[in-house]
């Protein structure tokens, strides 16, 4: 964790309208995890530090052109303990991306590794730079 690692908190009407709608994000407060994003020809890498957060408590969305991580930490005490001091008081990490039409959100591939998360998302076969072949008559 570094200085930097963002709290986002929703909007007081958010818990009301998340209620409502089984679709709408949860409406807690979550830490922002970093995130690097490298693009080449053929799609984007994105690696996300998400430090504590073990696979079974990770979970990746994609629906239409929104990607969602989200993440819990498990800060293990012992019992009849309390931390005298914490920086980290939030357990969650929860981060929301916008696709680009020019990716396939249904080629995803995933690694969780050392508590940074890498996602290759690869362009479309339509977005993807091909060679034309010229003729010569």
Known sequence: MNDSTAVARNAPGARAAAAQSEAAPRAETA???PVDVIED???ITLR???P???KDKLTLQVESDTLTIEGEVGIPTPEGIEPTYAEVSVPRFR????????????????ELKHGVLTLRIPKAEHAQPRRIDVRVD
């Open 31 to 33: 830490l922002i995890p």
């Open 95 to 110: 981060r929301v991306f916008t696709l680009s039409k020019e990716l396939d959100p249904g080629k995803v591939s995933a």
């Open 52 to 54: 504590g957060v073990p």
């Open 48 to 50: 996300a530090d998400l």
């Open 41 to 43: 020809a053929t799609g």
